[in-house]
């Protein structure tokens, strides 16, 4: 096991909600000086007082919905960390034969996990996501309707960056086959979209320990000495 699962999420939950609080900070002191300054508005006039009022409410209204759309974003990030540490939780269950490595920074993104064996190399992407995870034509869907971005495109792109990263170290030429692991949701996907495995968690290690033997164990280790000397 190689890297803390989930490290990578957990640091941005932190900075989303950091962020949330200094505009919930910034928000509440413009409203200690608004009422200071009441009086001194009143002075101006009716209309003049409406506009600065008007003007505000709105400003704090927005800060207030920039600080709710951080802190959205911060329960999802606090989410998908528990998606990858529960994944990585199991991936560390497994014998000895399975090397993982967690967290891994590529050229298109942090990797939740990469998994080497002689059974050869897997890149997981990990999901919290809840609902019922369908597949129509070439589309993954929840509940019936297409995810908010292309999971598919996604798990390929950083497939591939594993790929080049093998071949620009001389290692090899190889590409891994990329694992989308949804952690909360009903999958009821059988097979592969796109070329991309689509499971359940409770249904992970069954996939894994099915599947074939085929890589050496040299080139597996030079894989792993590769990607934890990156």
Not at 20 to 49: D, E, H, N, R, W
Not at 181 to 205: E, M, N, P, S, W
Request: hydrophobic letters at 45%; glycine letters at 8%; proline letters at 3%.
């Amino acid at each position: 096991m190689y890297n803390k699962a989930g490290a990578g999420v957990r640091k941005m939950e932190s900075n989303r909600w950091l962020t949330a609080l200094f505009i919930l900070i910034v928000m509440y002191a413009g409203i200690y000086y608004y009422t200071k300054s009441v009086m001194v508005i009143a002075t101006l006039g009716l209309p003049v007082a409406l506009v600065i009022f008007v003007g505000i409410i709105y400003w704090m209204k927005a800060l207030g919905d920039k600080a709710e759309a951080y802190a959205d974003r911060a329960l999802d990030a606090r989410r998908g960390a528990v998606a990858e540490e529960a994944v990585g939780n199991l991936l560390a269950d497994l014998p000895a034969k399975y090397y993982v490595v967690n967290d891994f920074a590529s050229k298109k993104g942090n990797i939740d996990h990469i998994v080497i064996s002689t059974k050869g190399i897997l890149t997981v992407e990990t999901k919290s996501h809840r609902g019922v995870v369908t597949c129509e034509g070439e589309m993954l869907k929840r509940d019936g309707e297409p995810f908010e971005m292309d999971f598919i495109k996604q798990a390929w792109a950083e497939a591939y960056s594993i790929r080049d990263l093998l071949t620009e170290k001389g290692v090899c030429n190889l590409r891994p086959q990329p694992v989308i692991v949804f952690t909360d949701a009903d999958v009821q996907v059988k097979g592969k979209v796109r070329g991309v495995h689509i499971i359940g968690i409770k249904d992970l290690h069954a996939f894994l320990e099915g599947l074939p033997a085929w890589m050496s164990e040299r080139l597996s280790k030079g894989i792993i000495d590769c990607l934890s000397s990156t």
